[in-house]
């Protein structure tokens, strides 16, 4: 099932898209609130978490948001996200909705918190129901995993395949009108897009996408404590593979002027991640994620 990367076709058509400085400032300061009610809560109720991915980098390196990056995401062990989906369910209904794997026709394998009234829709989810298409903060797991590698690869190959299979069947499902547009005007996104609905709708007819999301949710975690954990919600099953003491062993940094929990060795997560990572990406290869619409304080 391998094929060309989504944001390697779909990053040179659409630059309509791309956010202006006064949308991203605004983004940004939209997701800052968001995770400061996040740590609220979690203060509260003695529950850990720490910034991920580019969130990291960015406190790292620009001790706040990646100038141009227009996503928050944070990371917690799994007994953590226990504590936090109590805490989310009775205490930030009013204001957030925390939506996991399974839920409805949710598409993703991890969970998010969305903000209601509030508008965001990227190009790719087009489709999805407006109850999906609203900023958010994506929420990793960090699982506990097979401490043989040999197991990882073989778990992982299905697991990634799994969920490759449920992202094509919400391709054919919820198709994003947008794409289909551009696709009347740009070749290569029709012939591109239009493969992937065929592959999904060949596997909707074998299971269909709750079916191999539960693979998923299957394959996830180890039963037992190994040592070793990883983050499968996030690029893949085998991307982040660490000791679990990697997690554990903490550090706070400044970003945006409030402190946040990142591992004290994070020096090691983010060259895993992205390499040489205090040195800034040429402008070509930085990762926005293309968005047609983006509105808060107003009804969906």
């Given at each position: 099932m391998a094929m060309k990367k989504q944001k390697d076709i779909y990053s040179k058509v659409f630059n309509e898209f791309v956010f202006?400085?006064?949308?991203?400032?605004?983004?940004?300061?939209?997701?800052?609130?968001?995770?400061?009610?996040?740590?609220?809560?979690?203060?509260?109720?003695?529950?850990?978490?720490?910034?991920?991915?580019?969130?990291?980098?960015?406190?790292?390196?620009?001790?706040?948001?990646i100038p141009w990056d227009d996503d928050l995401d944070i990371m917690m062990l799994r007994s953590e996200y226990v504590k936090f989906r109590e805490a989310v369910l009775s205490e930030m209904t009013d204001k957030?909705?925390?939506?996991?794997?399974?839920?409805?026709?949710?598409?993703?394998?991890?969970?998010?918190?969305?903000?209601?009234?509030?508008?965001?829709?990227?190009?790719?989810?087009?489709?999805?129901?407006?109850?999906?298409?609203?900023?958010?903060?994506d929420v990793f797991i960090i699982e506990?995993?097979?401490?043989?590698?040999?197991?990882?690869?073989?778990?992982?190959?299905?697991?990634d395949f799994a969920f490759h299979a449920s992202s094509f069947i919400g391709d054919?499902?919820?198709?994003?009108?947008?794409?289909?547009?551009?696709?009347?005007?740009?070749?290569e996104v029709r012939k591109y897009y239009a493969s992937?609905?065929?592959?999904?709708?060949?596997?909707?007819?074998?299971?269909?996408?709750?079916?191999?999301?539960k693979i998923c949710s299957k394959l996830d975690h180890a039963k037992k404590e190994t040592g070793i954990v990883g983050v499968p919600s996030a690029i893949s099953y085998?991307?982040?593979?660490?000791?679990?003491?990697?997690?554990?062993?903490?550090?706070?940094?400044?970003?945006?002027?409030?402190?946040?929990?990142?591992?004290?060795?994070y020096d090691s997560y983010l060259k895993n991640l992205y390499k040489d990572y205090m040195k800034l990406p040429p402008e070509k290869d930085r990762v926005i994620h293309s968005c047609a619409e983006f509105r808060v304080n107003t009804e969906v």
């Open positions: 202006s400085d006064e949308q991203i400032e605004l983004l940004h300061n939209t997701l800052f609130d968001m995770l400061m009610d996040i740590k609220r809560v979690c203060e509260k109720h003695d529950i850990t978490f720490l910034l991920s991915g580019g969130s990291m980098l960015g406190a790292v390196r620009h001790k706040g948001f957030y909705d925390l939506v996991e794997p399974l839920d409805g026709k949710y598409t993703n394998k991890k969970p998010k918190l969305f903000l209601k009234n509030s508008v965001f829709t990227e190009v790719v989810y087009a489709g999805l129901p407006a109850e999906y298409r609203r900023v958010f903060i506990d995993i097979p401490a043989s590698a040999s197991k990882r690869k073989f778990i992982g190959k299905i697991y054919y499902k919820y198709p994003s009108p947008i794409i289909l547009e551009k696709g009347k005007t740009d070749e992937r609905r065929r592959m999904g709708g060949l596997l909707n007819v074998f299971f269909g996408m709750r079916f191999y999301l085998n991307r982040e593979v660490f000791e679990k003491k990697l997690f554990t062993d903490l550090i706070e940094v400044e970003f945006n002027g409030e402190m946040f929990k990142i591992p004290s060795d």
